[in-house]
């Protein structure tokens, strides 16, 4: 019973939850909504593989947030500047 209580225990829809807001677009509408100044790019991926394969953006309208560092800057709060915009996260 301890064992049972101490384990978190995860609805089974969450999962499938954090994904019901996410869209998948293509190239065209990426285009678009970055020339119109409507989106952020996060893209997870490693460092060097940030640098090698990255989306050509303005300075500010892109981020290297490699997904190893995503929980840190979860917490340390350094994703809350992202949040009033919407986002393309690139991860492949």
């Known amino acids: 019973e301890i064992q ?6 995860v609805p089974e829809n969450a999962i ?4 019901s807001s996410m869209n998948t677009i293509g190239v065209e509408e990426l285009h678009d909504n970055l020339a119109k100044g409507f989106m952020t790019v996060i893209d997870v991926r ?13 300075p500010w309208q892109s ?15 350094q ?4 949040k009033g915009f919407k986002l ?4 492949s």
């Open 4 to 9: 049972k209580a101490a384990t978190p225990q």
């Open 46 to 58: 490693s460092r060097e593989e940030y640098e090698k394969y990255r989306v050509k953006t303005f």
């Open 79 to 82: 994703l809350k500047k992202y």
């Open 16 to 19: 499938q939850s954090a994904y």
């Open 88 to 91: 393309a996260i690139i991860c």
């Open 63 to 77: 981020v290297n947030i490699p997904f190893s560092e995503f929980s840190v800057w979860n917490r340390s709060g």
